[in-house]
């Protein structure tokens, strides 16, 4: 799903994804939209040299999908975000441990569940995925938001905003 944040950049220029852990697989991206002439990858997993490649990026992408190692310090991926804001680029940050500092988030999604239609007790063919989501931070205007994004895994995926389960509170009364 962050990837697919990054793909509408690609129609006019190369987007970089930063891997951290050595496992991202191109046809995501393709998966995403991302045709594979505008996709550069790069890996680095050391958390020392980690901030300074993704600046790096920053300074000549125009998006940038980034797998945040743990314990990057919280002032370097602050600078990031002022890198990103100067030059007008989009980064999304996906953190591999631990949370990401505060006032730096735009939007934080974070899944909540995972249905799969179409395959009953080990049989038949899987036809769709919805995903469930919590949105959090600026960009869902201050307020937590449930959506859910459902996918064929043919086709681009579809956001279903307010369908999403609520998450369980306590009752009141």
Not at 36 to 54: F, M, N, Q, T, Y
Not at 77 to 84: N, P
Request: glycine share 14%.
């Amino acid at each position: 799903m962050g990837i697919s944040l990054v793909a509408a950049a690609t129609t006019t220029e190369p987007i970089a994804v930063l891997d951290g852990r050595g496992w991202f697989c191109p046809s995501v991206a393709w998966e995403a939209g991302i045709t594979p002439e505008r996709l550069i990858v790069i890996r680095c997993s050391d958390r020392g040299l980690w901030p300074k490649v993704a600046a790096t990026l920053l300074e000549g992408f125009v998006a940038v999908y980034a797998e945040v190692p743990r314990y990057v310090p919280d002032q370097a991926l602050r600078r990031l975000g002022a890198i990103a804001r100067s030059r007008r680029s989009g980064i999304v940050l996906r953190s591999m441990g631990g949370d990401l500092p505060a006032g730096l988030l735009h939007l934080r999604i974070e899944g909540v569940a995972v249905r799969w239609d179409g395959a009953d007790s080990g049989h038949g063919r899987l036809e769709r995925r919805a995903v469930s989501v919590r949105a959090s931070g600026k960009g869902a205007w201050g307020a937590e938001r449930y959506l859910e994004v459902i996918g064929d895994g043919a086709n681009a995926v579809h956001l279903v905003p307010g369908l999403a389960p609520a998450a369980a509170g306590r009752a009141v009364g």
